[in-house]
């Protein structure tokens, strides 16, 4: 049974930060939401308050991010969600965006059948994929929304139409984009001044090219989105900076599905984790790191102790190995996705991991059902994306995380968004050593993510945690860490979230400046860490976590600097 909780949403507005305030009487409870930006998070809060449902209120920030947030998430890319009842039921949605038809294993190849720099492709009309978003909002909205499909919209065009204030982050991504030669006129005309440096903190912005296009979805419905003037533009837009046959067609756009798919849920210690299955590698990932640390007791051994992230660490390297060799769009390939979460198969990875030594490198296991004829793929870096999650009056949990993958996508901008650069997450060599990468470009195909919603129940079977994480391939190994924090060291929700990030990276390690771990850099040497980076981890999570009798909302405190306005 779900337990009622009361969280005054006022009370929720008013909270700059991140966690949620005392309760007063149940009947007061209307939900809880956590975004990466306060106004976004505003905007589900409105829609929960007018009795909104969880789904309707992640569309309404899933919109309002694309207004304040223009560099990471929006229409004009793609998502997944996951939904979960207060009695268990887990369903999901995959919004991922689509190659076109026309697109072939060799599309991101150059003339002499080379791979050309990373920014190369992403700067271009090849990387981008047939948005997802509102296709898929609008197959969870028929299915679970309690407003009608305009209100949604409402606090997303206000805010593209009164104007939003560019907050230090928004800054800071508009100056590192600034000498983009590719970056869009449009996007320029609206975030830069004459002189063509980034409008300071503070300036008022305001879209009214994305407040109209807002207003015709909301009143004409998702249709208009993947036909008529819209779709014209944007199959014009991607064409024109498509250097090769191929490019993405106004029927592709129209043949767009979001899907529904079944949860990938697995035990955590007598928790149960559901997150998302492919074309995401993330829930899988989550699953493996989790799985592989079962048999160790990281509470007695502590969340300060250089062992207990040793651990983590050697987890996430074979759980990475599975990843590149296995995991793509099960639509195109065959992913043994039961194989690879199956309890025996975990324990008996786990048995690679030890206390004492690290392995150093990982292989890929042979999971049942697996096909042995694939190479490991490339793995470009990525920043961008956004993780928001929503719990109702209903105890049903939301968690979404939305994406254009790199900061303002593809550079290219129609009807006041950013389009995303989506297909550089495809592997950009098909083959390696003779062998087929599963997740290589084809025609239709949904590229591999990293994105990983996740609903946890505790072990009465109730709600307990809505977690995900934005930063490419960091994003398994964030939503792992908070759920641990949670989970073995009791943590609450901001706190979860701000625990010091470590990570593997092939051989090196990364450790984050600033935080114990760096003067704990000796102990992981001796543990047989050769290769460690020490860096500002580059981590964006959320979460909503449930703590004595009220949810806590958080966002990751490291983000709490470049959102504060002068
Ligand atoms: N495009 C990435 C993915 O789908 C996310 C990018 C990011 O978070 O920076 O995994």
């Not at 697109?103 to 047939?130: C, K």
Request: aromatic share 8%; proline share 6%; hydrophobic share 40%.
């Amino acid at each position: 049974m779900f337990r009622i909780t009361a969280i005054p949403l006022a009370a929720l507005f008013l909270s700059a930060c991140a966690t949620v305030p005392a309760q007063t009487g149940p009947s007061a409870f209307s939900g809880a939401v956590s975004a990466a930006d306060p106004r976004a998070q505003a905007a589900g809060e409105e829609i929960l308050t007018k009795g909104g449902s969880a789904t309707d209120a992640a569309i309404a920030v899933m919109l309002a991010l694309n207004v304040v947030e223009p560099q990471s998430s929006g229409i004009g890319g793609g998502g997944f969600l996951v939904r979960g009842e207060a009695d268990g039921d887990v369903t999901t949605y995959d919004g991922r965006e689509t190659a076109p038809a026309g697109a072939t294993p060799d599309w991101f190849l150059d003339e002499e059948g080379g791979v050309p720099p990373f920014m190369v492709s992403a700067l271009s009309g090849l990387s981008v994929g047939v948005p997802g978003n509102i296709a898929l909002a609008a197959k969870a909205h028929d299915a679970h929304g309690k407003l009608a499909w305009p209100e949604l919209f409402a606090p997303a065009i206000r805010l593209a139409r009164e104007g939003f204030l560019i907050n230090p982050r928004l800054n800071n991504s508009l100056s590192s984009a600034k000498n983009r030669a590719a970056f869009g006129e449009t996007g320029r005309a609206l975030f830069f001044d004459a002189s063509g440096e980034p409008l300071s903190v503070g300036t008022r912005v305001r879209n009214e090219e994305l407040a109209r296009t807002l207003e015709r979805i909301a009143n004409e419905g998702p249709e208009s989105f993947y036909s008529g003037k819209l779709a014209q533009e944007l199959a014009a837009t991607v064409a024109a900076a498509t250097p090769r046959p191929g490019a993405m067609t106004r029927g592709d756009i129209s043949a767009y599905k979001a899907k529904q798919r079944d949860a990938v849920c697995t035990p955590y210690r007598e928790y149960r984790i559901c997150s998302m299955g492919p074309p995401t590698s993330g829930g899988v990932a989550v699953q493996q790191i989790l799985g592989q640390l079962e048999r160790f007791d990281l509470a007695a051994l502590g969340a300060d102790n250089p062992v207990t992230w040793h651990l983590f660490l050697e987890s996430q390297r074979l759980a990475y190995a599975d990843r590149e060799l296995y995991l793509a769009d099960s639509d195109f390939v065959q992913v043994p996705v039961e194989g690879l979460i199956a309890e025996d198969y975990l324990a008996q990875r786990s048995m690679l991991m030890s206390k004492d030594r690290s392995m150093a490198t990982a292989e890929a296991g042979q999971p049942r059902g697996a096909s042995m004829t694939l190479a490991d793929g490339d793995e470009p870096e990525e920043k961008g994306t956004s993780h928001l999650a929503v719990v109702d009056r209903d105890g049903t949990m939301v968690s979404y995380t939305s994406t254009i993958e790199g900061a303002f996508g593809s550079g290219l901008m129609v009807g006041g968004f950013y389009l995303n650069n989506e297909l550089t997450d495809f592997s950009r060599s098909p083959e390696v050593g003779g062998k087929p990468v599963a997740n290589r470009v084809e025609g239709g195909k949904r590229p591999r993510s990293s994105m990983s919603p996740t609903v946890v129940y505790d072990p009465q079977g109730d709600p307990f945690m809505v977690v995900g994480a934005a930063g490419g391939s960091t994003i398994p190994v964030q939503t792992a860490r908070s759920i641990i924090a949670a989970i073995d060291f009791g943590l609450d929700a901001e706190a979860s979230l701000g625990l010091p990030f470590t990570m593997a990276f092939g051989d090196q390690i990364l450790l984050e400046e600033g935080t114990w771990l760096e003067e704990a850099a000796e102990a992981f040497r001796s543990l047989g860490h050769a290769e460690l980076l020490v860096r500002p981890a580059p981590v964006k999570g959320g979460a909503l976590l449930y703590r004595q009798g009220q949810w806590q909302s958080a966002r990751d405190p490291r983000l709490a600097s470049q959102l504060e306005m002068p």
